[in-house]
């Protein structure tokens, strides 16, 4: 028996990346032990202490089998069924909007009675799978825009679900791991000049709009809801004529000038359009202002507000050297919402002062160091496509959640990838360094 499971050991931790994980179990350690610490409250007696404790480890320990599992499959196998993925992930998302759970008036989680999971958590791991695989297919081409086109507007229908939920956080973090994916892999430049500068225009756009949205009174209800419709029908205008002065150009004109010229006016208008459809459509009012609470949380000090300011107040009081480990006050006094997910650095902040934080922090560099250096010694373009879209995912992850904490970055509801207690983001990030790690083990090969 003993010489079995010896045996079944190092078949599981065989030719495995041993400072990756290292790296990973030491973060899963500290989300256990701030799962138990985040539910301590001084003025609740009957409050259960060990039951997202209990939760957290069965994840951790499932967690784990599914990441070493994860590590033995050929990753090729996986992207070869990618597209299925995808289609299964877009059901999940659909089937959550329709006969999901509500909580705080967002649709994220299917419950199945014994655990509830969130789709979303994993739609990002498939987004990367599937980003990664369709790539790969196009190395030799990649200069035909369509294709730039159709991998855009094929991740968009899950992103464009999450943001229904709504789940702004998650929609964001997809959109850009695509983004960064994309960046890494495109031969043409100029296709890439033309994606970001899409994406700054509806950014830009977008944020003007919600600004005049969030700063609206009565006085003008009238006057923005015509400046709104003047919007829309001169953004459609201007994106029809340069469609059809692209068409024109490419039937008749030779003119390079003249067709930069018109693609440039294209993408404005295209992304300004775009970003009126998610000020008008998509984003909560709360959303919006959350936006700019970040700036300056005093103006809605008891109302959205309130987190931020409550999150500094904790991650100061920890001071240099912290409370001590399961001391923390402003947390057990229950004045720090979300603490056991959303601001959860917080709380470590509080109890193990700037020291310990920072320390966290140099773990998360450390992960994305490892995860880069990896990339680096991958022979496979497909392998170096998944590590790169991994790697996107938690250090964008991990810095807009650590920064939202600080208001550096607007509050998300992204939770702190290893460390925020709940079983779909432990088993989703474990999963994703199960890919990585199924990667290393193929990584002289071409």
Known sequence: MTKRLKQAFSWLFSDIDFKLFLIVMLLSLIGVIFSYSSQILIREEKINLYFKFIKQIIYL???????????????????EHSFLLMLICVGLLAFTLVAGVSVNNSKRWI?????????SEFVKLVIIIFTANYLVKLKENFSIGAHLIFVLGINLIPIGLILIQPDLGT?????????FMLAFSMVDRKYFIALFYFVFTIGT?????IYFDVHKNDQTQVALLFYNNYFIFFSLGLLFLATFLTIVNLLFWRNMVVYYLIAFLFITFSGTFIAFLLDEFFLKSYQKERLFVFINPEIFRWTLGYNIIQSKITIGSGG???????NGTQSQLGFLPSRSTDFIFSVIAEELGFVGSLLVVLL??????RLIFLATKVKDYLGGLIIIGV????????LVNIGMTMSLLPITGLPLPFISAGGSTLLSS?????????????RSVN
């Open 205 to 209: 756009v977008l944020f003007l709009l």
């Open 430 to 442: 474990l999963m994703a360094i199960g890919l990585v790690l199924s990667v290393y083990r193929s």
């Open 61 to 79: 320990v499932l967690g784990l089998f599914i990441m070493l599992g994860c590590a033995k499959i050929n990753y090729k196998k996986i992207a």
């Open 320 to 326: 240099l050297l912290g409370k001590g480990l399961f």
């Open 171 to 179: 929609a964001s973090i997809s959109f850009f791991i695509v983004f």
């Open 111 to 119: 419950n199945f009675g014994f655990l509830s999971i969130q789709p």
């Open 364 to 369: 998360f560099f450390l992960l994305i160091w």
């Open 391 to 398: 790697t996107s995912f938690f250090a964008l992850q991990s």
